[in-house]
């Protein structure tokens, strides 16, 4: 009788330890190709809203592409479509614009976040990110070209770095535009946040930059 | 649970060996592909935002 149960109760812990070990390979790798898919449906249909003639819409739905975001540090090819929310559903797409913060190009916090391993890993690298790379951001009508200027490590509660001044009170008034991401920290684990910031260099318009400013093609 | 399903599948050993093999890689599949993304798009392990 007891022997049974031991037999019964072990052949459970081996079972329950297949699925945890089964669970870790979805959420570091299998996540990637569903995330990439779905990332590169919102890029395509992105760059199919551009070419239509006609202004966009307002502002974009959760979970809608809105801009691209170009960090030349991560490869001269490197673009994730930035989508609109930072819910799980939304992230999922790709890098998250935390919603009622600044949108590019403004005064104010454009500030996003993405997964750091498993999910597409977008921010996988952001810890490589040194002050003065360029971190670019394409919208509809221009190019904005911001410049890394700290990288911390933060508790998960440290909502101000969000804030439009950076560190400053959440609803404060911005002193400049800024470009905020985060991530994961360490990898593998929540239990700090990496927040890489960046300040605004300036702005071209598509028309006079079709290709892009130069700034993408360092490092 | 394992003896159990191991007397039941039919031939000899050879052919349940990759009865097993086929059952273990269905069910790996089965987790993988359906049930563990269900439930991640309520439930995620790493959440990247504050």
Not at chain 1, 47 to 68: D, N, V
Not at chain 2, 30 to 36: A, T
């Amino acid at each position: 009788m007891i022997r049974r149960l031991v037999h019964g109760l072990s052949e459970l812990a081996v079972t329950a330890g297949a699925v945890l070990l089964l669970l870790v390979v979805h959420e570091v790798w299998i996540t990637d190709l569903f995330s990439d898919g779905a990332q590169e449906q919102v890029a395509e249909e992105l760059r199919e809203e551009w070419s239509r003639p006609g202004a966009g819409p307002a502002g974009p739905a959760l979970g809608e592409g809105f801009a691209f975001l170009h960090v030349p540090r991560f490869g001269s090819d490197w673009t994730r479509a930035v989508v609109e929310g930072v819910d799980p559903a939304e992230l999922d797409e790709g890098p998250g614009h935390y919603p009622g913060t600044a949108m590019p190009g403004e005064q104010g916090n454009f500030a996003m976040a993405g997964h750091r391993v498993g999910r597409g890993s977008p921010f996988l690298a952001l810890d490589v990110l040194r002050p003065g790379d360029a971190v670019v951001v394409e919208t509809a009508d221009a190019w904005h070209v911001y410049r890394v200027t700290t990288t911390s490590v933060v508790d998960p509660s440290e909502n101000r770095v969000v804030s439009p001044t950076p560190g400053g009170p959440p609803g404060g008034p911005p002193t400049g535009a800024f470009l905020t991401m985060t991530t994961c920290h360490p990898k593998f684990s929540t239990r700090e946040r990496l927040v890489v910031h960046a300040e605004l260099e300036g702005s071209v318009p598509r028309t006079d930059a079709p290709q892009g400013p130069a700034a993408l093609q360092e490092v | 649970m394992y003896a159990w399903i191991w007397r039941h599948l039919p031939g000899g050993t050879g052919v349940r060996a990759g009865t097993a093999v086929l059952l273990v890689l269905a069910v790996a599949a089965l987790l993988l592909f359906v049930v563990f993304p269900a439930v991640s798009e309520h439930v995620q392990v790493w959440q990247p935002s504050l």
